[in-house]
């Protein structure tokens, strides 16, 4: 009984995670309608160069959204460090490279991977909801 109950409380955790998602990628896209893209927020903040972490589909999202922008993405930050994505993709462990932000995809996890990257680095780490709710 005990294993049932701890496999409905993944579930409804994994669920609780996808319906975060799906109100980001709403509020991503009413942005869009209005002509509030992504990339002014980066102009608005001075920031050039990104870091992407997270890999998954918002990740993978906001990459596809960003390239082709004056917005540099110099690489990807994710546990599967062999994706198939047009960029270089580095462990969280690995040494990263500088750039003017991080933007976290995993927002439902930022606050700990915030905490972990601090400890590695000192440039500005960003939650995508943030930036997607200032559009």
Known sequence: MARIKKLL??????TWVLRQHVRILCEWINA????????????????????????SHLGITLLY?????DINILY??????????PIKVYSPDDELPVV???VVTAF????????????????????????VEEC
């Open 65 to 69: 959204e960003l390239m082709g922008t």
């Open 108 to 131: 439902t996890f930022f606050d700990d991977i915030e905490t972990n990257l601090k400890r590695k680095v000192n440039y500005r780490i960003i939650s995508l909801e943030d930036i």
């Open 9 to 14: 409380e993944k579930e409804r955790g994994t």
């Open 32 to 55: 869009k309608n209005q002509n509030h893209l992504i990339q002014n927020y980066f102009h608005d903040e001075n920031i050039k160069s990104i870091a992407i972490y997270g890999m």
């Open 76 to 85: 990807a930050i994710d546990r599967n460090p062999n994706l198939d994505v």
């Open 100 to 102: 003017d932000a991080i």
